[in-house]
């Protein structure tokens, strides 16, 4: 197919994003400084905020970001249009006493599982450490290493039914090796204090995650294929950041919030189930004159899109997939719907969203599940029960999600973005 000049833009300042955001507190310092540098100003939760319609606002909560434009006309009824997203990606946290040495004089790291990662994916890849350390004076240090890990695969030779099956063990098999030599030389807290400009004593904590360091890339025919890490889902993220960038709303106040921990379940003070969103829009719609009467009157009106990437039907896998419903890669944002509620889509929700993508001129297409197989779930149904705030599930058909490299085509990041700035329009 032949890919459009914008949608090319569009997925070369995503590989962009993704390579600055190796962790959900990389993805959202970056989301906040792009949006400083556009005329938002940064909000810090501990101060007063200085609210008015016209203004353009960011806040940062750890690997969390919310951002959000007040209409010239805003008053204490003003709805919001939210387009929602996480910023976290399945695989692996470096645990305490992190530095091991095994057998053969090799240093080796222990980690721990982070939600449910395709663990072969990860497997003879150069790997890196990303994430954050505080040390003694309480100072945060967003830190990366660049290539230092590796999860090596046992050679054919050594397990001959490996075409077979594999089966990795998620204690025995998944910590990568990153050196060699006498043990008292292997302290990788010692690396990562040093890229933080300090010591490894005076680190008093951190959360630090290991991220794939491929790049990310269009590929195939006509180059309308897209490879990265992390499109689960800093797609999402990216596709609504970019539409926040650019709103420029009249009758709803346009919002932008991406959390954390998604991808365990969202259950912290970060993540979609904590408070953080429910007290920014307190806060805003506050300053905007608004007690529990007007501000109830306002979430009823107001709409929230969340937004994570989905099933592309596979074409190895067909049987897997719902036989009428079959997303294909190329065909535009999927609109998710659940009879279960695992996705928070309704009818005026699904009318909602399909509005905007006429609006935008960008193809739909639904996402339901084969009866047989249970679906995830997202942000939606959280963020809808704890705010009550209308929500509809979209997002982008990929395959290889939960891989440490997955595949979407060109255009449908592109494609959904579009279609969010018609949400914020409004």
């Given at each position: 197919?032949?890919v459009?000049?914008?949608?090319?833009?569009?997925i070369?300042?995503?590989?962009?994003?993704?390579?600055?955001?190796?962790?959900?507190?990389?993805?959202?310092?970056?989301?906040?400084?792009?949006?400083?540098?556009?005329?938002?100003?940064?909000?810090?939760?501990?101060?007063?905020?200085?609210?008015?319609?016209?203004?353009?606002?960011?806040?940062?909560?750890?690997?969390?970001?919310?951002?959000?434009?007040?209409?010239?006309?805003?008053?204490?009824?003003?709805?919001?249009?939210?387009?929602?997203?996480?910023?976290?990606?399945?695989?692996?946290?470096?645990?305490?006493?992190?530095?091991?040495?095994?057998?053969?004089?090799?240093?080796?790291?222990?980690?721990?599982?982070?939600?449910?990662?395709?663990?072969?994916?990860?497997?003879?890849?150069?790997?890196?450490?990303?994430?954050?350390?505080?040390?003694?004076?309480?100072?945060?240090?967003?830190?990366?290493?660049?290539?230092?890990?590796?999860?090596?695969?046992?050679?054919?030779?050594?397990?001959?039914?490996?075409?077979?099956?594999?089966?990795?063990?998620?204690?025995?098999?998944?910590?990568?090796?990153?050196?060699?030599?006498?043990?008292?030389?292997?302290?990788i807290?010692?690396?990562?204090a040093?890229?933080?400009?300090?010591?490894?004593?005076?680190?008093?904590?951190?959360?630090?995650?290991?991220?794939?360091?491929?790049?990310?890339?269009?590929?195939?025919?006509?180059?309308?294929?897209?490879?990265?890490?992390?499109?689960?889902?800093?797609?999402?993220?990216?596709?609504?950041?970019?539409?926040?960038?650019?709103?420029?709303?009249?009758?709803?106040?346009?919002?932008?919030?991406?959390f954390?921990?998604?991808?365990?379940?969202?259950?912290?003070?970060?993540?979609?189930?904590?408070?953080?969103?429910?007290?920014?829009?307190?806060?805003?719609?506050?300053?905007?004159?608004?007690?529990?009467?007007?501000?109830?009157r306002?979430?009823?009106?107001?709409?929230?899109?969340?937004?994570?990437?989905?099933?592309?039907?596979?074409?190895?896998?067909?049987?897997?997939?719902?036989?009428?419903?079959?997303?294909?890669?190329?065909?535009g944002?999927?609109?998710?719907?659940?009879?279960?509620?695992?996705?928070?889509?309704?009818?005026?929700?699904?009318a909602?969203?399909?509005?905007?993508?006429?609006s935008?001129?960008?193809?739909?297409?639904?996402?339901?599940?084969?009866?047989?197989?249970?679906?995830?779930?997202?942000?939606?149904?959280?963020?809808?029960?704890?705010?009550?705030?209308?929500?509809?599930?979209?997002?982008?058909?990929?395959?290889?999600?939960?891989?440490?490299?997955?595949?979407?085509?060109?255009?449908?990041?592109?494609?959904?973005?579009?279609?969010?700035?018609?949400?914020?329009?409004?």
């Open positions: 197919m032949t459009p000049t914008a949608a090319r833009a569009h070369d300042d995503l590989a962009a994003f993704v390579s600055a955001s190796p962790s959900s507190y990389h993805a959202a310092d970056e989301a906040a400084r792009r949006l400083v540098t556009e005329g938002f100003i940064r909000l810090s939760e501990a101060e007063a905020w200085d609210i008015a319609p016209g203004g353009r606002y960011v806040v940062v909560r750890d690997g969390s970001v919310i951002a959000f434009v007040v209409p010239h006309g805003a008053t204490a009824t003003t709805p919001f249009a939210i387009v929602g997203a996480h910023t976290d990606s399945p695989g692996f946290k470096l645990k305490p006493k992190p530095t091991t040495t095994g057998p053969g004089g090799w240093w080796q790291l222990g980690v721990e599982i982070y939600g449910g990662p395709l663990l072969n994916s990860w497997l003879d890849r150069e790997l890196e450490l990303a994430g954050r350390v505080v040390t003694a004076d309480g100072r945060e240090h967003l830190v990366r290493t660049g290539p230092l890990l590796r999860l090596p695969q046992l050679a054919v030779h050594l397990d001959r039914s490996v075409n077979d099956g594999l089966a990795l063990d998620k204690q025995r098999h998944t910590q990568p090796v990153w050196g060699f030599g006498d043990r008292e030389s292997a302290d807290l010692a690396v990562v040093e890229l933080a400009g300090t010591t490894a004593d005076a680190i008093d904590g951190y959360d630090l995650v290991v991220a794939d360091t491929q790049t990310p890339r269009a590929f195939g025919a006509d180059e309308a294929l897209f490879a990265s890490g992390r499109l689960d889902n800093l797609l999402s993220t990216h596709a609504a950041l970019t539409a926040i960038r650019d709103a420029r709303p009249t009758d709803a106040i346009a919002m932008f919030a991406a954390d921990h998604e991808e365990i379940g969202s259950a912290s003070r970060s993540g979609a189930a904590g408070p953080f969103h429910e007290e920014v829009l307190v806060r805003v719609s506050t300053a905007l004159g608004a007690g529990p009467e007007e501000r109830a306002a979430y009823a009106a107001s709409l929230h899109v969340s937004s994570d990437v989905g099933h592309a039907v596979h074409p190895n896998y067909a049987d897997r997939h719902d036989p009428a419903n079959q997303p294909m890669v190329g065909g944002p999927i609109l998710k719907i659940n009879a279960n509620q695992r996705y928070a889509t309704d009818a005026h929700g699904a909602a969203w399909n509005a905007a993508c006429r935008a001129d960008v193809p739909s297409q639904e996402f339901v599940s084969n009866n047989a197989i249970p679906c995830g779930s997202t942000i939606g149904p959280i963020s809808a029960t704890r705010l009550g705030i209308r929500t509809v599930d979209v997002g982008v058909p990929i395959l290889s999600m939960h891989s440490a490299r997955e595949l979407t085509a060109v255009v449908d990041p592109w494609y959904l973005s579009r279609a969010m700035s018609a949400i914020l329009a409004h």
